[in-house]
Every structure is written in structure tokens, then in C-alpha cells.
């Protein structure tokens, strides 16, 4: 008999993550539920199960050491392996975000949250995903982190506003996950990041034209590639970003 599949989406309690999290599940897989707000975790458990998903709860602060140290253990002790961790939360910070007025305590929540949550989560993670014949590493991204769109002549209307928090915490993002990617070549851990797109969440205010679904779409291939597949590069549902 095959061994079920584990993975763990973070932010899986609404929007993008949600949709990450059904769309593995209904490959079989048994997917944690990672997020913060109890009420809003358990509900998404019970609406998960309701589809015939194999669904389970994992309380998760990706800005707390503690919290993702017992993250790892309870899926340690509810399930012994990870085989693929989704960092999908993430946050946009307070607004006004141009580098001449915002405040610098708003790019350190970004960060903290986007950057340092990443690494404080696949550090807590990757014993587990270590023990996995196949583990990936998905980390959702945007395109505005790309550093060649946000300096091209249409870099208005392909990133968006001028942003010296949200934007720059993709671009630290994508470095980073070149950097894990370069530390673990030589193992069998293919790590990635995806950008689902301009999708409608509270993230945005639901201005975005893709639905949650849409976007869940390029996390869900990342995080079935085969043994063969790319690592430490940057895509959407066209193929690769540039960095």
C-alpha cells in the first residue's frame, strides 16, 4: 500500500492557502491546516473534511520560534514525516508604503512575517521533510519581487504601486529561497518559489482578477514535481519570472 502523502500549507485558514490546501487534498494527500486564528483553523479543518479531504489542525504562528517548533512536533507525532511545506502566509503591512513615508516599523512586520516566518518555519520543518523520498518546498512569491519587472518601463502597470515593504519582502523572498536552494543541492529537497498572480483576497481588498483557486495552481505543480524537476528558480502559471 502507498504511503499518503503529507504536506503543510501555511495561512490555509482562508483565500490562496485555503485553495492550496483542497487542491492537495483532493490528490489524496493529507494536508495540514497551518494558521493562527483557532476559530478560523478549525473551520477550515471541518469545511476541508466536509469535501473528503483528509484534513488536520496545526496552530501555527510563523512569527514565533516556540510555535513553529510545535508545529514540527505535532506533526511529528501525528503523522512521523513531512513531504511538502507550503509557506503561504504572508501579510502587505500598513499603508502608505513609499520609502519616503513609511514607517520603519512596518517593514519590519513584513519582513518578519514573509521572510524570517519562511525560514522559521523550513527550519523547523525540514528534519521532517528530510525523512520524505520526495519533499518540496514551495514558497509563494509575487511578481512584484522581481526585481526586473519592478525596473522596467511598465513597472506601474505590471507591479503595482510603489511599495518599500510588501515588494521588497517577495524580492528577499526569492534570494533567500536561491539560497536554500544552493545549501541543499546534492539532496533530493527541490525548493521554489510561485506567484499565483493578481488574485482577489483581503490581501488586496478583492481588487485582484484571479480567483483563490487560480492562484493555488502553480503552489499545487511546485509542489508535485517529479524527481527530475527544477529547483531554486521563480515561477507563475507561464513558466519562469525573472528574478
Known amino acids: 500500500m502507498t504511503e499518503r502523502t503529507i504536506a503543510l500549507v501555511t495561512g490555509a485558514n482562508k483565500g490562496i492557502g485555503y485553495e492550496i490546501a483542497a487542491g492537495l487534498g483532493t490528490l489524496g494527500w493529507s494536508v495540514g491546516v497551518g494558521a493562527r486564528d483557532d476559530q478560523r483553523r478549525s473551520a477550515a479543518v471541518e469545511k476541508l473534511r466536509a469535501a473528503g479531504i483528509d484534513a488536520f489542525a496545526v496552530p501555527l504562528d510563523v512569527t514565533d520560534d516556540a510555535s513553529a517548533t510545535a508545529a514540527a512536533r505535532l506533526i511529528e507525532e501525528q503523522v512521523g514525516r513531512l513531504d511538502v511545506l507550503v509557506n503561504n502566509a504572508a501579510i502587505t503591512g500598513s499603508m502608505p508604503q513609499e520609502p519616503t513615508r513609511i514607517d520603519p516599523a512596518t517593514i519590519h512586520t513584513v519582513v518578519d512575517t514573509?521572510?524570517?516566518?519562511?525560514?522559521?518555519?523550513?527550519?523547523?520543518?525540514?528534519?521532517?521533510?528530510?525523512?520524505?523520498?520526495?519533499?518540496?518546498?514551495?514558497?509563494?512569491?509575487?511578481?512584484?519581487?522581481?526585481l526586473t519587472r519592478q525596473s522596467g518601463p511598465a513597472a506601474e502597470q505590471t507591479?503595482?504601486?510603489?511599495?518599500?515593504?510588501?515588494?521588497?519582502?517577495?524580492?528577499?523572498?526569492?534570494?533567500?529561497?536561491?539560497?536554500?536552494?544552493?545549501?541543499?543541492?546534492?539532496?533530493n529537497i527541490l525548493i521554489n518559489t510561485g506567484c499565483p498572480g493578481y488574485v482577489a483576497t483581503d490581501l488586496n481588498?478583492?481588487?485582484?482578477?484571479?480567483?483563490?483557486?487560480?492562484?493555488?495552481?502553480?503552489?499545487?505543480?511546485?509542489?508535485?514535481?517529479?524527481?527530475?524537476?527544477?529547483?531554486?528558480?521563480?515561477?507563475?502559471?507561464?513558466?519562469?519570472?525573472?528574478?
Do not use: C, H
Open 114 to 146: 514573509n521572510v524570517i516566518g519562511v525560514i522559521r518555519v523550513t527550519n523547523a520543518m525540514l528534519p521532517l521533510l528530510r525523512r520524505s523520498a520526495a519533499p518540496r518546498i514551495v514558497n509563494m512569491s509575487s511578481s512584484v519581487g522581481s
Open 159 to 187: 507591479t503595482g504601486p510603489v511599495s518599500a515593504a510588501y515588494a521588497p519582502s517577495k524580492t528577499f523572498l526569492n534570494a533567500v529561497t536561491l539560497q536554500y536552494a544552493r545549501e541543499l543541492s546534492g539532496t
Open 205 to 243: 481588498g478583492f481588487r485582484g482578477v484571479r480567483t483563490p483557486e487560480q492562484g493555488a495552481a502553480i503552489a499545487i505543480k511546485l509542489a508535485t514535481l517529479p524527481d527530475d524537476g527544477p529547483t531554486g528558480q521563480f515561477f507563475d502559471d507561464a513558466g519562469v519570472v525573472p528574478w
